[in-house]
């Protein structure tokens, strides 16, 4: 989730297939959980993009331009 790694294959949980009450509660909290990092992640990935796009302008050159190369 947090360091690019493919997320684990996790099935959706439908309710009342587990015998214990307990388990079936916590995998029912965890779906929920599961839902609100995607919401979440998505909502930081629209903040950074428009963020971006208002800071950054699209900057086109053609080959024998001369342009300014600043190098870290």
């Given at each position: 989730m947090?360091?690019?790694w493919p997320p684990p294959t996790l099935l959706s949980y439908e309710p009342g297939v587990a015998r214990v009450v307990a388990l079936d509660?916590?995998?029912h909290e965890r779906d929920a959980f599961l839902a609100e990092i995607r919401e979440r992640l998505l909502q930081a990935q629209d903040y950074m993009k428009e963020y971006h796009d208002?800071?950054?302008r699209r900057v086109e050159f053609e080959v024998s331009d001369w342009v300014w190369l600043?190098?870290?």
């Open positions: 947090v360091y690019s509660r916590q995998l208002k800071t950054h600043r190098l870290h």
